[in-house]
């Protein structure tokens, strides 16, 4: 079974500082996509970004990247600059079965960022 | 692009009532997706259309369930003979293409209070 595990539940971090998020997954699939989501509180889940497997060269969006070690299968998610928009739960989202299948949430992390 | 669309935004009701949800999906995306998230958790698929057609089920969904998206556009899901079990945020995304590999766009979500 394909699975996704984040296994902070909390993490807090300073104004302006750098934060790392992590996720593992399980798959026997060699193509697939990886994602990372933000749900601000009370408002709508967005996509903040997006990593394809066959690709060597880590994603990048702003203040966002990610940490993807296709053999640990581990896909992290570095904030860099945090602001306190940053502040919302974090998660981490699999293909549970081939790319044209839905896709499975980790549990999420909740971020807070101090001022 | 108006986004995601859900209404209603809450809903009480109390056991063994029915309860219908309604998403409009951004106009030119053709799979529309459900998921419920309890507190503290990440969504958990439920179903999901390409276009008018339902394609997958999660077990999740139990008879009580059921939904549609006639015409392809928006997409209702029932809720028969609720339970509080059933007391979740119900969300629903839209997504274009025939993969999961293109990002989702989630509503608000509806909130489901079953007392």
């Known amino acids: 079974a394909q699975t996704v595990t984040q296994s902070q539940p909390e993490m807090s971090v300073q104004e302006a500082e750098t934060v790392t998020l992590s996720c593992t997954y399980d798959?026997?699939?060699?193509?697939?996509?990886l994602f990372w989501y933000k749900q601000p509180p009370s408002r709508q889940m967005i996509l903040v970004i997006r990593?394809?497997?066959?690709?060597?060269q880590n994603a990048t969006e702003n203040r966002f990247s990610v940490n993807f070690q296709k053999a640990a299968k581990s896909f992290s998610l570095k904030i860099s600059d945090s602001q306190l928009g940053d502040t919302a739960m974090y998660f981490c989202?699999?293909?549970?079965?081939?790319?044209?299948?839905?896709?499975?949430f980790g549990k999420g992390i909740t971020l807070s960022v101090r001022p | 692009d108006t986004g995601v669309s859900q209404d209603p935004r809450h809903k009480i009701t109390k056991r063994g009532q029915n309860v219908t949800f309604r998403c409009d999906p951004i106009?030119?995306?053709?799979?529309l997706y459900w998921y419920r998230q309890t507190l503290g958790q990440g969504p958990e698929f439920l179903t999901y259309?390409?276009?008018?057609?339902?394609?997958?089920k999660s077990r999740l969904l139990s008879d009580r369930f059921s939904a549609e998206r006639p015409k392809g556009s928006f997409s209702t899901l029932e809720i028969q003979r609720t339970e509080q079990g059933d007391s979740a945020m119900y969300l629903c995304?839209?997504?274009?293409?025939?993969?999961?590999?293109?990002?989702?766009?989630f509503g608000n979500g509806t909130r489901l209070t079953v007392t």
């Open positions: 995304a839209s997504s274009l293409g025939q993969g999961v590999t293109s990002p989702l766009h």
């Open positions: 798959t026997s699939e060699n193509n697939y996509y």
């Open positions: 990593q394809e497997a066959y690709k060597q």
């Open positions: 989202a699999f293909p549970s079965t081939g790319a044209n299948s839905k896709l499975t």
């Open positions: 106009s030119e995306h053709n799979r």
């Open positions: 259309f390409q276009n008018e057609a339902q394609l997958e």
